[in-house]
């Protein structure tokens, strides 16, 4: 390095200012210095005039009281809590609806996406069908589309639907019974955990023992019994620890127990059904771009069809998939702040809506909002690039 | 090209903020026209007609500040916008007046950079719910879900007075009236509540109006008026004496229909306000006939209440509060003098 240093060293007769390299590094430090100033310009012009219109700024306001309910909280919160409260609801919410949908999108996605290979006419058409439909309709009208659906398909609260169980539903919402952990049901949980560790240990055994001597295991049934089986066995044996909570008919509404608002629904019906549509085209891009020598170099080697598409297709296919899945999975938490639409309480409502228009702090609040956005995105990124890095194909 | 003209108009919105704020009334008359922060459509406040033209007790409210800047009521662009965006669009320079069922609170005036410039309406929030519910009082509401718009003091108010009461409600918000009312009308809330004023014009846009009630509770004060923003006195004292003469002129007789024998009077305080005697429209940065041009166009302040909210209108809302304070209301002017 130092050598090639040596001899890349201008001559003397060429003055500094025409040395590539000083010139690269001038420009570099002048065009920071100018963004850097028009930040600072644009950042103290701001505060100067805000100041001067006498309009309120910086963060004191995270811990007043706020004063407002919100209809879906996951932590406790009234509307004595602060704003900065508020905004962990909010946060919740978010993440709630855009975990749960990129899980309901994905599912149906590759459901989509294989059906629409399918070799079934009828199966293919649905498919395609689905797909063309939905990604060519503006999310926002869908979400408004399925918030209408399920308030006005559904009974009013005195015709409630009564589901055995003690689920009612109605156009307020799911209403179920709602788990409450009793005395010893830490054992259970306990179980749980070491059943899961169990089962991936012996994933690990079972793996070096099959590359070692050939002979597999049965890790499906021992992991099922290991997860599932063991902790029910504790269950039952500390005595069923676990009581509901069940939700009774009040004079407007129903109380207690678990409840599913209509306008989370809603959200979370056109979230997922809507990026699946998405996704489909992603999985059937992803499939199609694995070439058909693979499948029959396969066969030969005497693999079954499932086996071939679990250890030799879907393998290939997924380091094209995933990065455009990324893509959607970062479209989809975004959208979600369309919930401002149907009244759903996520960030974008109660943040940058209700607690921006309470305090008139508009700068602050959107540029945390962004900040949260930007946080989420570059998480949900960078886990994605992980397991990219994991399934890409290794040159040798 | 097209981008760089965009950089350079953002840049220039960023480090310009404060010069928009200090000389509105030169801006409004260079300007030929004032820019009038209105309801996205509230029945008798600020609502466009199938013809696109605004009526509203708000609106004629800024029909009468162009009317004594301009010389023309009609030099007015009416500019929807929703709770939550109305503070931000007069803040910015957006509209000269924000006139848009307002409530006058304390943190509003010293927290936003905005200033009231006086009451055109004394308002309450009230509850509306289904007869069918046999709910004849705000405190039998316990439990109830009740569908409410987002950034208001409504909000707020919902949640303090069930509090105080020891009532737990289920508040559902959304980000316009019109969706809140929606959702209440298909069954999604037990009550819908906003300012009282409100409800009897949400009640007429309702698919039965006649299946629905007001309770009688009003459990807030609700006091709606004119923002300007803060540090224009010259604005704020244009804005402020606009709805002044209206109520002035009520309180002398003087309507949109007799202006002109009105003219001819021999009362002192009826000639100033008209201005034959003295130089008070001057004084204000106005012409010498600001305030009969706004009589004579808009009206008085009982002439635009009847017309637009009152006995003269679908909404049918009695005067209460807003009488005069010589019968026994609330509304009163300093003089003209």
Redesign the interface.
């Known amino acids: 390095m130092s050598t090639e240093l040596k001899a890349g060293s201008p001559p003397a007769s060429v003055p500094f200012y025409n040395d590539p390299k000083v010139r690269s590094i001038a420009y570099q430090i002048a065009l920071c210095l100018v963004v850097a100033g028009l930040i600072y ?2 950042a103290s ?2 505060i ?3 100041q ?5 700024s910086g963060f004191g306001f995270w811990d007043n009281i706020a ?5 879906q909280t996951l932590i406790s919160y009234s ?2 809590s602060t704003y900065g409260r508020a905004f962990w609801v909010g946060l919740l919410n978010t993440l709630l609806v855009a975990g749960l949908g990129i899980i309901f999108a994905t599912i149906l996605g590759f459901i989509i996406g294989i059906a629409r290979l399918s070799k079934n006419w009828l199966v293919n058409k649905a498919a395609t069908f689905y797909v063309e439909t939905i990604r060519n309709l503006p999310l926002l009208l869908q979400l408004l589309f399925w918030y ?1 659906a399920v ?2 398909a559904l009974p ?2 005195r015709d409630s639907v009564k589901i055995p169980g003690g689920i009612y539903l109605n ?2 919402g799911l209403f179920m019974p709602a788990p409450s952990a009793q005395a010893g049901f830490g054992f259970v949980e306990l179980t749980l955990l070491v059943g899961v560790i169990g089962a991936i240990a012996y994933r690990y055994w079972a793996r070096k023992r099959q590359e070692q001597t050939g002979q597999q295991a049965p890790v499906f049934l021992v992991s099922l019994g290991l997860i599932v089986g063991l902790p029910l066995l504790v269950f039952l044996l500390a005595g069923m620890p676990l009581k509901f909570d069940f939700p009774e008919a ?4 129903i ?1 207690g127990g678990l409840e599913v ?3 989370f629904a809603a959200l979370l019906f056109g979230l997922s059904i809507y990026t699946a549509a998405f996704i489909a085209e992603v999985v059937r891009a992803g499939i199609l771009a694995v070439s058909h020598g693979q499948t029959e170099a396969s066969y030969s080697l005497g693999m079954k069809p499932g086996p071939t598409l679990r250890l030799i297709i879907v393998p290939q296919a997924m380091r094209v998939i995933i990065p455009p899945l990324t893509s959607q999975y970062l479209n989809l938490t975004k959208n979600s702040s369309l919930a ?4 759903y ?1 996520d960030l974008v ?1 109660v943040f940058t ?2 607690v ?7 700068v602050e609040v959107v540029a945390i909002t962004m900040a949260v956005y930007l946080t989420i995105s570059l998480v949900t990124s960078f886990l994605m690039n992980v397991y990219n890095s994991r399934v890409k194909l290794v040159e040798r | 090209m097209k981008r760089v003209l965009s950089v350079v108009a953002l840049t220039a919105v960023m480090f310009a903020v404060q010069s928009a704020s200090a000389q509105t009334l030169k801006q409004v008359k260079d300007r030929g026209i004032l820019n009038c922060g209105a309801n996205t459509g509230l029945a008798g406040f600020g609502l466009p007609d199938a013809q696109g033209k605004w009526t509203g007790l708000d609106v004629d409210t800024c029909r009468a500040v162009a009317a004594a800047v301009l010389g023309d009521a009609n030099k007015v662009k009416f500019v929807p916008l929703s709770a939550k965006d109305r503070f931000t669009a007069l803040q910015s320079g957006e509209v000269d007046v924000l006139a848009r069922n307002t409530t006058w609170t304390s943190s509003r005036d010293t927290q936003l950079g905005l200033n009231f410039t006086g009451v055109n309406y004394y308002d309450g929030q009230g509850f509306l719910v289904r007869k069918a519910l046999k709910v004849n009082s705000a405190l039998e509401l316990n439990e109830a879900s009740v569908c409410v718009q987002q950034g208001t003091t409504t909000e707020l108010n919902l949640a303090d007075y069930f509090r105080a009461n020891n009532m737990k409600v289920k508040t559902v918000t959304f980000a316009s009236s019109d969706e809140a009312v929606k959702a209440y009308d298909s069954g999604r809330c037990d009550a819908f509540t906003t300012d009282a004023s409100g409800l009897y014009a949400e009640r007429l846009r309702l698919a039965t109006p006649g299946d629905h009630i007001v309770l009688p509770e009003i459990i807030s004060k609700e006091p709606l008026g004119p923002a300007v923003r803060h540090g224009d006195d010259q604005w704020f004292d244009v804005v402020k004496w606009t709805l002044f003469a209206m109520i002035n002129a009520e309180e002398l007789g003087i309507t949109s229909k007799n202006t002109d024998e009105m003219l001819k009077s021999t009362s002192p305080d009826v000639r100033r306000l008209l201005g034959s005697e003295g130089a008070f429209g001057e004084q204000l940065g106005l012409g010498k006939d600001w305030a009969l041009q706004i009589v004579k166009q808009v009206g008085n302040y009982g002439e635009v209440f009847d017309r637009n909210v009152g006995a003269g209108s679908p909404l049918k809302i009695d005067r209460g509060l807003n009488k005069l304070w010589s019968k026994g209301g609330l509304q009163y002017a300093p003089p003209v003098r």
């Open positions: 310009g644009a012009n701001a100067e005039n805000l001067r219109a006498r309009i309120a004063g407002f309910d919100i209809s509307n004595t209408n308030l006005k009013d609260l156009n307020r009040g004079r407007f509404n109380a608002v209509p306008e401002v639409a149907i009244g309480p409502q809506g209700t921006l228009n309470q305090t008139g702090q508009a």
